[in-house]
């Protein structure tokens, strides 16, 4: 419970509260990188530097970019949204609000069984590469051929418009 | 052991950074390092800033046979100063419909990610602000924020020129940076680290007088050029300055920044494009290796800036030259021929690192990469499509 | 080979790089003020009024006759003719202009005016170095403003000024010579021949060419 | 988002696309950087491609017409100088062959040869400037402009000692020229010209087979024969269509019969081949410099009978038209007897050549928009007026 | 309280901010991002207890973070696809008003 552990989950949740609750899409989006944003610097402050990493180039450098791409793509002038949130807005966040309470009860209840002082470990980047290629080598290369539908699925909608408007 | 003289000219700043957190209690002596190291970064490279824009505004001058700037100071080399107090006092304005709070933070982020990424670069010998683990990652990571920056800008202006600037840069940028990361993958491939000091770290030796450069390799060179094509996109320099393109959208995402914002974003600009090419000169340049072992007594950080220098002048040179590219083009040249030739290269670099040193291998790589190359400048003319023709003439 | 004429265009840029330091002539630009172009004779930038002697009232060449007034495209010249005669140039009583003002915020420099002057009297200047402060007073040139001396004149268009004083000097003595025959023989007989030798003064007159060639 | 997609308006009706994707109504000037003067193109765009191009011209326009109705026909004289301001001796040229031709004025030899100087030193000048410019479009941060400027200083300091002014020169008269060369003049415009020939190697090395250039401009813009002539367009953009003509073959006004040039043709109509064809014709001026340099002969420069003053033609009715560097430039005028033409107009040919912008523009990139237009070569003080 | 619980505490705080979001947002835009906060408020669980836990060399936590950032980037991507070509269909990104199964 640092001072820097306590700024950066002030900041990550800031953003994601913003991201949740802004009117302005475009607002929301980047409100959401600075959430990615905190939770990459929490993931550093933890020694995973490689997760902090590429949490960064791909959320902020990929998702929210995309995110912020098919916003403008579709967004309409003459949509005008009287509320940003839906009908059962109630219901939604009494879920979300009971969903919270039940895991933070489970939290602070719970005795957790190990780790109360953190030891000195970090995740280097070359024992991740040997576990890829060794340990997780199967998940790897199933998570490329993912990797790959998505990118195909990705053109193939993207060259739908292409071939209906030629 | 004591250091020698030479040792000592070259360790002269990290001794004199020692001695003053030396006098600081022990508490805070790590943080008055990083804060020491931050203000060097900051003003070492401002002032770089500063001097490239009057380079550049000379060396095209020359270039199209001009003067180029010449009266403030002596050569013109104060023009800076003049052009910082003259953006200083400029009125601020910002268009009434923008989106203030936005359109405030674009530069500052934008300024911020450039700085950022000074953090992994080994400027010297033990000069070195953050050794990270995965800094080459880190460096591509907050090579992100620029186009988070960008794109605020431009949507934030509330200008459909800047927001066509914007999608521009956002998605040269984009395309651009897998290029830029495959390009490198071959240096972190051969090197086995992402560390940039460890990379900086094997590449300085010398067989005879000749360094271990990783651009003396088949993969090496190619890896070079490459990088440096996706760099100049990613710092969208000329011929890639198509999100600037003030001929056509005039100056794309920061139309409507004025003043010190505007001075912000050029700032910006060149800060990324020394930052690409450090990472450059780190990845193939061997960092601040002295090109001959006999030159090894000339300081390190010497060299590393001798050697950015270089490459900015190239970029200027380049800038002189060249028109731009348009925006189809430029995607098609990212996915048709960039893309596959770094792709090749990594395979290269692949072979390389298998086959028995020699000769063949030297011709085996370089086959391997100039076939595809030639083959793919051929597809990108579409089948000489594009080609120098002859005239008729009547009487 | 892809990418041969960007390598030809950067040869190019290279050579023109190192040309600027070798040769001097490569670089046109010009120092300004440190530096200035050599003044060329034909040069033209706004009109004058050319006076001879040294008064610039009385030596003033223009009679306001309002041709200049009339031909200026743009119409920039306004001229008030006074009640009274003075001698002109040539030595004839004439009318003077009370006021001559060039309105030089409108002015072309078309040099219209200076072609169709019978008397020689308004003259093109080269003097270019003519911002103010004020763009109202001070862009509407009096009398006083616009004139220059003869002295002037050579000094800047010296062919053209020679060939203007000889045909001026021509047209004096003819005009001195009927004076004193008209006064030998009818000293009360009114001068009336003016329009036309002035005229021919300025047919005589394809202004600098006849002494260069 | 409002604010963002407020300027965007979707395509009105047709159900196939209606709504597929939005479009960008977009006005490129009249403060835009590249539109060689006060001009504004409103366009439509898809993404980047221009669905829609409307020119809206008439930012300069300053009555040039109804002046020149008012002023005597000399006083005319300096105003054609303003309507392309950067070839003003051919303007004059063309306003004098008008006049010429209404008054029945022969030009002496000398004023003639002089003439075919002038106005070939001028296409010179403007074909540089405008593949300058027509690169600086393209975004070569001034390069190849400077260097087309290097020699256009060269051409304005002759034609300073010659007509008193650089661009503004005021030249021409009626039957011949204001004044006559100024000594030493003939052999300074001769070493000159013998430089020129370099000049353009140097340009062509360049540029000429620059990737970049050819990929940005080959294929660009193409502009059909048909298209060419139905719309009325001229110099060197009709002749880079393919079409043969060219006012100084066909007209042989002046004293053009007694030069040997070619003309230059292009095949495809496209901007690679409109930049081509002026850098030939730069090739093809120089020729006529060297032997129009070479055989001046000494006279008179103005028809000794032309009034200065008092101009005033019989009543009658004369077209004057001319080659100028960008096209066919006529002046039709109509004397009623007195001092100022009842009737004057100008053919533009900036303005001609401008209407087929939309044309040419039309499903290529905001960029191509722009490098369409400079390899038009359009001054807006012609076209306005 | 204990360090690794704080983080667990910030992480569910996060899934439930992305879940409230998800759940009652009108866009489907926002509601695909808060399913990705979700998702990253379990890789910080990972990380958390991989760091916490008694075998950090074992890198269990990091190598499931990685696979997950690599599968969210996938969902991202298609997900962003999908409501692209709805838009295209629908008109509307907004999820009350997609209330029709037929095209």
Known sequence: MTATFLILAAITIAGTVAAMAMRNLIHCVLALTLGFAGLAALYLQLGAQFVGLTQILVYVGAVAILAVFVIMMTQHPTQTTESIFSSFWFSGSLIAALVFAVLGWAIHSSRLPYGIAPPHAEAAVQPIGDALMHKY?????????????????????????????? | MIPTPVQQADQIFVTLQHRLVSYLPAAFQSVADVILSVIAIVL?????????????????GRIQNRYGPNRVGPAGFFQPLADGVKSLTKEDLVPRTADQMVHFMAPVLLVLAAFLAYAVLPVGRNMVLANLNAGILFFFAVGTLVELAVFMAGWSSRNKYSLLGAMRAIAQMISYEVPLVLASIVVIMAAGSLSTVSIVDMQTGYSGIWPHWFLFTPWGIAGFILFMIAATAESNRSPFDLPEGESEIIAGYYIEYSGFKFALFFLGEYLGMFATSGLAITLFLGGWAAPFSFLTWIPSYLWFFAKLLLLIVI?????????????????SFAWQFMLPMTLINVFVAGVWHFMPAGVIRWGVCALVLVVPAFLLSRGLKQGKKFAARTYRFAE | MFGEGILKGLAETARNFLGSYVSKNRLTTVQYPEERLPQIEAYRNFPFLVYDGDDWQQGLRCVSCFICE?????????????????????????????????????CMSCQICVEVCPFDAIKMDTDYELSTTNRFSALLWDKHRLAKSNEHYHKIHPTEAAAVDAALATERAKVAAKAKAAAEAKPAAAPATNPNGASTTAADKPVPTASEK | MSTVTEPVRTRPTSVADAGESQLLELSMGPQHPSTHGVFRMDVVLDGERVMKLKPVFGYLHRNHEKIAEHETYLGSMPYTDRLDYICSLTNNWAYALAVEKLAGIQVPERAEYIRVITAELTRFLNHGALIGFLTQDMGASGTPL???????????????????????????RFGGCRVDLPAGWLDQARKFVATLPRFLDEFERLLATNEILMARTQGVGIMSKELAINAGVTG????????????????????????????PLGEHGDTYDRYMIRLLEMRESVKILNQALKDIPEGPIIDPKTKIRGFKPKPGEAYGRIESPKGELGFYLVSDGTANPY?????????????????????????????????????????DR | MSSLSSYLLVSALIFSIGLAGALTRRSAILVLIGIELMLNAANLNFIAFWRYGPNPQALTGVMFAIFSIGIAAAEAAVGLGIILAVYRHSKTTELDQMNSMKG
Request: charged share 25%; glycine share 6%.
């Open chain 4, 146 to 172: 400077m260097y087309a400027f290097r020699e256009r200083e060269t051409i304005l300091d002759l034609f300073e000692s010659l007509t008193g002014a650089r661009m503004m020169c005021n030249y021409m």
């Open chain 2, 44 to 60: 070492v490279f401002a002032l770089l800033f500063a001097v490239t824009t009057v380079l550049e505004r000379k060396g095209l």
């Open chain 3, 70 to 106: 009339k031909e200026c495209p743009p119409k920039c010249i306004i001229i008030e003719k006074s009640t009274d005669k003075k001698p002109d140039a040539v030595g004839k009583p004439q009318f003077y202009p009370k006021v001559f003002n060039i309105d030089v915020s409108v």
């Open chain 2, 315 to 331: 970029f200027i040179w380049i800038r002189g030259t060249l028109p731009r590219l348009r925006m189809d083009q430029l995607m």
């Open chain 4, 343 to 383: 009737r004057y107009r100008v053919r533009s040919c900036c303005m001609v050549n401008l209407t087929v912008l939309e044309q040419l523009c039309i499903g290529h990139n905001v960029a191509d928009v722009v490098v369409i237009l400079g390899s038009i070569d359009i001054v807006m003080g012609e076209v």
């Open chain 4, 236 to 263: 060197p953009i009709l002749r880079a269509s393919g079409v043969n003509y060219d006012l100084r073959k066909v007209d042989k006004y002046g004293i053009y019969d007694r030069f040997a040039f070619k003309i």
């Open chain 1, 137 to 166: 080598v199967l998940p790897l290369e199933i998570m490329g051929l993912l990797l790959t539908a998505a990118l195909i699925g990705a053109v193939v909608l993207a060259i739908h418009e292409k071939r209906r408007s030629a």
